[in-house]
T-cell receptor, first 110, second 112 residues
Framework: GNSVTQMEGPVTLSEEAFLTINCTYT??????LFWYVQYPGEGLQLLLK?????DKGSNKGFEATYRKETTSFHLEKGSVQVSDSAVYFC?????????FGSGTRLSIRP | DGGITQSPKYLFRKEGQNVTLSCEQN?????MYWYRQDPGQGLRLIYY???????QKGDIAEGYSVSREKKESFPLTVTSAQKNPTAFYLC???????????FGSGTRLTVV
């Protein structure tokens, strides 16, 4: 069945560092791929998405490219800020529902 | 502004009591979902509904019940049969497959 695997956290970086959070998936067909972000005590917010191979989703300086050949959708940001501290979830659209990864906690030091 | 509203934000109940969590959306979305999140954990699907008057069990439906009498509303009842109900509950809605979810801000349930 469909599944998502993302790197375990926590990930701790200094402000202005480069961020990569790895995400790989297993799926039949051509699912849409998503990154969601969850700030403490809140629900999840859609950060970006890509609907087909080689699409690049981007938002708020974050980017991810849908790579069918490597079944990956890694999240990147060139220069992180303290305000980026949150939990990040990779996800894919399955039959009738979205399948989420286990989440990666990101902490940014000033 | 369209959105999805969960209430209350915090809920306390005594062990053995049923409790109902509210979820309302004004996005005109057909599909709605309930997830449970435990500290430091990912999301686990409880129930989902793709259309009014129809719903399906998710991965952890035991001890929970839902109804979908109106398109806008998808309340979740946590029954006394749920062994460990203390958790953060998230409701979401979607316009359809492949479109992603809009989430509510969650209800934190504490059973004492």
């Amino acid at each position: 069945g469909n599944s998502v695997t993302q790197m375990e956290g926590p990930v701790t970086l200094s402000e202005e560092a480069f961020l990569t959070i790895n995400c790989t998936y297993t799926a039949t067909g051509y699912p849409s791929l998503f990154w969601y972000v969850q700030y403490p005590g809140e629900g999840l917010q859609l950060l970006l998405k890509a609907t087909k191979a080689d699409d690049k989703g981007s938002n708020k300086g974050f980017e991810a490219t849908y790579r069918k050949e490597t079944t990956s959708f890694h999240l990147e940001k060139g220069s992180v800020q303290v305000s980026d501290s949150a939990v990040y979830f990779c996800a894919l659209s399955g039959a009738s529902k979205i399948i989420f990864g286990s989440g990666t906690r990101l902490s940014i030091r000033p | 502004d369209g959105g999805i509203t969960q209430s209350p934000k915090y809920l306390f109940r005594k062990e053995g009591q049923n409790v109902t969590l509210s979820c309302e959306q004004n996005l005109n979305h057909d599909a709605m979902y309930w997830y449970r999140q435990d500290p430091g954990q990912g999301l686990r699907l409880i129930y989902y509904s793709q259309i009014v008057n129809d719903f399906q069990k998710g991965d952890i439906a035991e001890g929970y019940s839902v109804s979908r009498e109106k398109k806008e509303s998808f309340p979740l009842t946590v029954t006394s049969a749920q062994k460990n109900p203390t958790a953060f509950y998230l409701c979401a809605s979607s316009i359809g497959e492949g479109y992603g979810y809009t989430f509510g801000s969650g209800t934190r349930l504490t059973v004492v």
